[in-house]
């Protein structure tokens, strides 16, 4: 008999040395109150809309191992898939080369090498996420997707009190005027609308290239909204978000020591390091890494392509 509080399934994973769990899960986490995923006791809890049915993960340290539990129908899909969930998956291979180029580069790759990129293997709830990040504040953003979860609230398996995302056949059903309250606009409300109708086709997408071509095929959705869905759907480690109002500041100053760039400099920056360019982004704002603050104070995020 099962309780709700016992596992359906389990599995142990091994960790490489000095992997550094708490950091490499965090990208699936909005902030530390998250209603559908987050750190708790050390525990990392993730609720999600398998292909197998609802589900919680549950990741726990245990000396150089994870322990992998899930809960609900979705259980065996979510244990299958623990190892990619906590970036084990994460492919490595020629980023040291290319970051011993640059010895910026190459002090983070040693600075942060227990850290590890995840994939989630689940495309909507990041489509969700990026759309409502889309021209707002960070606090914008998390409002409006905190809400809309809650609005469309639906309890996940498992022990901890977490919320499933929004199924988007609901989503896709839903007029504006239901996100307004949120303070989401007409225009990211039916680009959600709009990604919600084809998320079994983005779903089905075997790589994170036929996913950006699909998901650039929506209109509302643009180069920036596309690699941040697919740098943590596909653990795509070479997907830069072009169009960020910081990351090109970032990159030109990091690499360059130029305390601002565009997108074609900060592009041409990180070619050397083509199949990470990503992963340098990342590596970067793991560091803190910012460039000089100067100039006419500006808004937190202003994308020039969604």
């Not at 643009?222 to 480690?237: H, I, K, L």
């Amino acid at each position: 008999m099962v309780t709700g509080k016992e596992p359906n399934a389990r599995r142990v994973l091994g960790t490489p040395p000095g992997y550094r769990f708490a950091a490499s899960v965090r990208p699936l986490t909005f902030s530390p109150y998250d209603p559908c995923a987050r750190i708790v006791a050390g525990v990392f809890w993730w609720a999600a809309r398998t292909p197998d049915g609802p589900a919680t993960l549950a990741l726990r340290p245990e000396g150089a191992d994870l322990v992998a539990e899930g809960h609900g129908p979705g259980a065996g899909w979510m244990v299958e898939h623990a190892d990619a969930v906590a970036g084990l998956r994460d492919d490595l291979t020629g980023f040291a080369d290319l970051a011993a180029a640059h010895s910026v580069v190459a002090r983070l790759a040693s600075q942060q090498a227990g850290l590890r990129m995840p994939t989630s293997g689940l495309v909507f709830p990041r489509v969700l996420r990026a759309v409502l990040e889309q021209k707002v504040t960070g606090k914008e953003a998390y409002r409006g997707y905190a809400a809309t979860v809650r609005h469309f609230a639906e309890p996940a398996p498992g022990p901890v009190r977490l919320l499933l995302p929004p199924d988007p056949a609901v989503i896709a059903a839903a007029p504006y005027w239901v996100f307004h309250p949120f303070g989401v606009e007409q225009r990211r409300a039916e680009t959600l609308t709009r990604a919600a109708r084809v998320a079994d086709r983005l779903q089905r997408c075997t790589d994170a290239t036929e996913a950006t071509r699909l998901l650039l095929s929506i209109p509302g959705i643009g180069p920036w909204t596309a690699a941040e869905v697919v740098r943590v759907a596909y653990g795509d480690a070479d997907a830069v978000s072009v169009g960020d109002y910081h990351v090109p500041n970032t990159v030109a100053w990091a690499l360059a020591g130029e305390p601002r760039g565009n997108d074609a400099r900060m592009l041409e920056l990180l070619e050397p390091f083509r199949g990470h360019r990503g992963r340098v982004c990342w590596l970067l704002e793991a560091a803190a890494v910012q460039a000089p603050k100067f100039g006419p104070r500006a808004p937190i995020r202003s994308f020039a392509h969604y």
